[in-house]
């Protein structure tokens, strides 16, 4: 809507901004000042996407809790650098989103926050611990973020909130100014990832958010490539262990598991 002139950028931030749920509990800082970037927004790919950020990652200006009252107050010196290349690419942050404490957990839920609720049924779970991003991004209040995920943290939201989510390679896109720390031998695991509410939406914020970062020992100096599409294979697990599997999800024909 902004590259057709349908719509300005402060336009898109205030229409998002207005449709925050607070019942849904998924924010825990909304940036005011967003509007007035808004106004400024910098050409490039995202300009006036309004977006949030998962509280795991540094905002400058707001303080890095990640649902935790052992976490300091202090506000963020800086961007980390996931956040900084969304910017750069004339995206607007207009917030930070719950997580359980210290993102150990698969609902979101902590002392220093509360609950963030889903969307659809404020009595069920949007997932973690990126739950908070799963929620605003599902309900609309946000166009897309940035999450992280080292054992489901962002498939499992976005899976319970019906939104897109990709948990990338370990070295695509930058860990640092993230806590827990995403360096060594957290960054094994966890990385930083794209939420959005479509698959073409995500592939554009992964088209921004990948790069190398010369300070994250985990990035890796690799140009970002598109695969051969003959030779991509997707593998899907029928069964896992005793879990029931809804009819809807399961697989059908043997063609279906290629």
């Given at each position: 809507m902004v590259w057709r002139g349908d719509a300005s950028p402060e336009e898109i931030v205030r229409a998002h901004l207005?449709?925050?749920?607070?019942?849904?509990?998924?924010?825990?800082?909304?940036?005011?000042?967003?509007?007035?970037?808004?106004?400024?927004?910098?050409?490039?790919?995202?300009r006036g996407a309004p977006i949030t950020i998962k509280d795991s990652f540094d905002v400058a200006g707001l303080p890095t809790r990640s649902g935790s009252r052992f976490r300091p107050a202090t506000p963020a010196a800086e961007d980390a650098p996931a956040v900084a290349r969304l910017r750069a690419a004339?995206?607007?942050?207009?917030?930070?989103?719950?997580?359980?404490?210290?993102?150990?957990?698969?609902?979101?839920?902590?002392?220093?926050?509360?609950?963030?609720?889903?969307?659809?049924?404020?009595?069920?779970?949007?997932?973690?611990?990126?739950?908070?991003?799963?929620?605003?991004?599902?309900?609309?209040?946000?166009?897309?973020?940035?999450?992280?995920?080292?054992?489901?943290?962002?498939?499992?939201?976005?899976?319970?909130?019906?939104?897109?989510?990709?948990k990338p390679t370990p070295g695509r896109i930058s860990g640092r100014g993230h806590f827990p720390s995403l360096g060594y031998p957290g960054g094994i695991l966890g990385v930083a990832g794209p939420m959005a509410r479509s698959a073409a939406d995500l592939r554009l914020l992964f088209s921004v958010l990948a790069g190398y970062d010369a300070e994250d020992p985990f990035s890796v100096p690799?140009?970002?490539?598109?695969?051969?599409?003959?030779?991509?294979?997707?593998?899907?697990?029928?069964?896992f262990y005793a879990v029931p599997v809804d009819p809807g999800f399961r697989p059908t024909s043997a063609g279906s598991r290629d």
């Open positions: 207005e449709a925050v749920r607070p019942e849904l509990n998924a924010f825990v800082a909304i940036r005011e000042e967003a509007l007035d970037e808004a106004r400024t927004a910098p050409d490039g790919p995202l004339g995206a607007i942050v207009i917030g930070k989103t719950n997580t359980p404490e210290l993102l150990a957990s698969y609902e979101t839920d902590n002392f220093l926050t509360g609950r963030t609720n889903h969307p659809l049924d404020l009595e069920r779970t949007p997932g973690g611990s990126s739950g908070g991003e799963a929620a605003a991004i599902a309900s609309g209040c946000s166009a897309g973020g940035l999450g992280s995920d080292g054992g489901g943290s962002i498939r499992v939201p976005a899976h319970f909130c019906g939104i897109a989510g990709l690799e140009p970002r490539r598109a695969p051969e599409p003959a030779a991509v294979r997707i593998g899907v697990w029928e069964q």
